[in-house]
């Protein structure tokens, strides 16, 4: 088995997670947060599609952790982000995590939205 380092370049990735929190690039954030390349914010929920939106055009897809369970996002939510060009992918936060640490190694244009669990 070989065993690559993996690069993130200027990005951090999502080190852990649990309940209530996660940890982004070794620093400890209570409660939803929206990571991307640009850092990490405070994420308000379905409603707050400002910070998101300033993203759109350093990414291409926005993965939404909908906690411990997925859950579909919200139907104007979902349309906010399209029509602004950034495709939305809903998925248990657990799973965002890892997808968003995965494709961020690969140097795609990726953030990702979390509930926690």
Known sequence: MRLNEIDY?????????????F???GKKYEGAVLVSP???V????YDDTD????LSDQIDVLFVGTGAEIAH???TFRTTMEE??????????PAA?????????????????????
Not at 9 to 14: L, Q, S, T
Not at 51 to 54: D, K, S
């Open 73 to 75: 996002p919200d139907k």
């Open 97 to 117: 995590c890892r997808t968003y640490n995965v494709l961020l190694s690969e140097g795609r244009r990726v953030a990702v939205a979390l509930l926690p669990v």
């Open 84 to 93: 602004a060009g950034i495709g939305v992918e809903a998925m248990a936060s």
């Open 38 to 40: 640009a850092g990490v």
């Open 23 to 25: 940890r982004v690039g």
């Open 42 to 45: 405070a994420w308000g929920g």
């Open 9 to 21: 370049n200027d990005a951090v990735p999502i080190d852990a997670y649990g309940p209530g929190f």
């Open 51 to 54: 910070n998101a939106l300033a």
